[in-house]
């Protein structure tokens, strides 16, 4: 089974003081649903159309699991607590 790849853009950031309510509660959650983060900050170069945006890549062993974790109470109650504070794109991609 392919590994699965969430990657989340941050395109703007209004409130720090929920994002950082949000990575208290956000990492813990994905670590328990099997997550391993991989990179997380702003990008040491950009090319073509990139922007210079804040990237978290987590790794999980599988879709499902990935999917199961984002939708789990505790990731749920992170996003409650982000609560529009941040402009974000996320995706789960499986892997190759």
Do not use: C
């Amino acid at each position: 089974m392919p590994k699965a790849y969430w990657l989340s853009s941050y395109r703007s950031v209004s409130n720090p003081d929920a994002l950082a309510a949000y990575a208290k509660l956000a990492g813990p959650a994905i670590t328990a649903g099997g997550g391993r983060f991989l990179a997380r900050g702003l990008p040491a170069q950009v090319y073509e159309a990139g922007l210079q945006q804040r990237t978290v890549l987590i790794e999980f062993d599988s879709v499902a699991q990935a999917q199961a974790t984002h939708d789990s109470p505790a990731y749920q109650e992170a996003l409650a607590a982000l609560a529009g504070g941040a402009e974000r794109d996320l995706r789960i991609v499986e892997g190759v």
